[in-house]
């Protein structure tokens, strides 16, 4: 242990602001995710794991085995069980000098509960916690709930009008929709000539966005972006892939059918490669936008629709085509006319969006995978879904 900044945590004691735990409590995370939502109830706090106390003073440190895999445990346990999910600018966990630390901001949408048996209401006081009672976690609602549900109702908005639009997408021609809308309008200014050019950037470099040159991605190097005022559109109506940006900050891509179908076969099979990479590479778009754009929106989210058309009697294969997982039986048929996902299914965090756009289209690629009756060890292996990247050179 070599870091000044740890160090210097010997001989202090626990507080209203900070907590100590030893390595030891990775093996049992409720007990760490009590103490994230005592401080986002609170003021907020730090939370410093891999050091040894003794009657709440720190005495010295303990070494944290594979910490990288611990984090990762650690903070899908936290986004599983704490609610209302927080966002990353609220809870951040970092490696520190062979600690791992939590930092927690005071919650921005209160109270906060643990499920764990139960939904339980912690509040940090002093250097202890203990259960909200009845009349606190009443007040904090109250509080809560005007905020809590314009947002509601703004999802809810938006997901109805995104179901209308599957429906007609869904009789036209066959191809894969998914749209992406911000619950506010990022006011995007596409007559600004800093903008433009960014989105030219964008839409024509994949690795401006984090994509593979020759990858299945929504950009067209070979065509301009066109610039109509309220709105950037990349593609001809005619092409087989287009995208469509407004300055409200929607995003809309389609492609047509036939780029997601392997090009051997006579029994029409979809391409695994181009059924994760292409809606992955949207997510990464909007992370983008988001990032440049977004940022003075408090609360943000992101409400997604998706249509496949055109696909009944497709098969899906397990695993890729250079690593078939041969357990779960071989490809499955699709039955139906057009696969759609709910929009309320698909509802994201815009600062988890940002900070991993893969991990938000994998919660879509999972959804497509169980329409076609597969769980999500199914889905190609390029896909670490641990650390929920894709992993395509």
Not at 104 to 124: L, S
Not at 152 to 163: N, T, W
Not at 230 to 253: C, K, L, W
Not at 255 to 266: E, F, I, K, W, Y
């Amino acid at each position: 242990m070599s870091g000044f900044a740890t160090k210097s945590l010997l001989g202090k004691d626990e507080n209203d602001r900070r907590e100590f735990k030893e390595a030891e409590a990775l093996r049992r995370p409720a007990n760490i995710g009590r103490e994230v939502v005592g401080f986002l109830n609170a003021g907020g706090g730090d939370i410093w794991i891999g050091v040894e106390e003794k009657e709440g003073r720190a005495v010295g440190f303990q070494q944290i085995a594979d910490i990288d895999r611990s984090l990762i445990s650690l903070r899908d346990h936290l986004i599983e069980t704490v609610e209302p999910q927080y966002q990353t600018d609220e809870v951040e966990l970092d490696p520190k000098d062979g600690l791992i630390h939590v930092t927690v901001e005071k919650g921005k949408n209160p109270p906060y509960a643990q499920r764990d048996g139960g939904r339980r209401f912690w509040i940090r006081i002093g250097a202890r916690l203990r259960e909200m009672s009845r009349e606190e976690i009443g007040k904090k609602f109250a509080e809560a709930f005007k905020a809590h549900s314009t947002r509601e109702d703004r999802v809810a908005e938006i997901a109805k009008k995104l179901r209308k639009d599957q429906a007609s997408v869904a009789l036209e021609k066959p191809e894969l929709w998914l749209r992406l809308v911000p619950t506010e309008s990022l006011n995007i200014d596409l007559n600004d000539e800093q903008n433009k050019k960014q989105f030219r950037t964008w839409l024509t470099d994949p690795s401006a966005t984090g994509n593979r040159r020759s990858g299945w991605d929504f950009v067209h190097d070979m065509r301009a972006p066109r610039f109509l005022g309220d709105q950037v559109r990349h593609g001809n109506d005619d092409d087989y892939m287009r995208t469509q940006i407004t300055e409200q900050g929607h995003v809309t891509f389609r492609v047509s059918s036939d780029n997601l179908r392997q090009p051997t076969g006579a029994v029409p099979n979809l391409a695994p490669y181009a059924l994760v990479e292409y809606p992955v590479s949207v997510f990464r778009l909007m992370a983008a936008i988001l990032g440049r754009h977004g940022e003075a929106h408090a609360n943000l989210q992101v409400v997604a629709g998706l249509v496949i058309s055109g696909i009944r009697g497709w098969s899906l294969s397990p695993g890729s085509p250079q690593e078939p997982v041969r357990h779960w039986g071989g490809p499955k048929a699709f039955e139906n006319d057009v696969l759609e996902i709910d929009p309320e299914r698909l509802v994201f965090a815009a600062n988890d969006l940002k900070e991993n756009p893969d991990r938000c289209g994998l919660r879509v690629v999972r959804l497509i995978y169980g329409r076609f009756g597969f769980e999500s060890g199914a889905i190609l292996p390029e896909f670490d879904q641990q650390q929920g990247r894709l992993l395509l050179g």
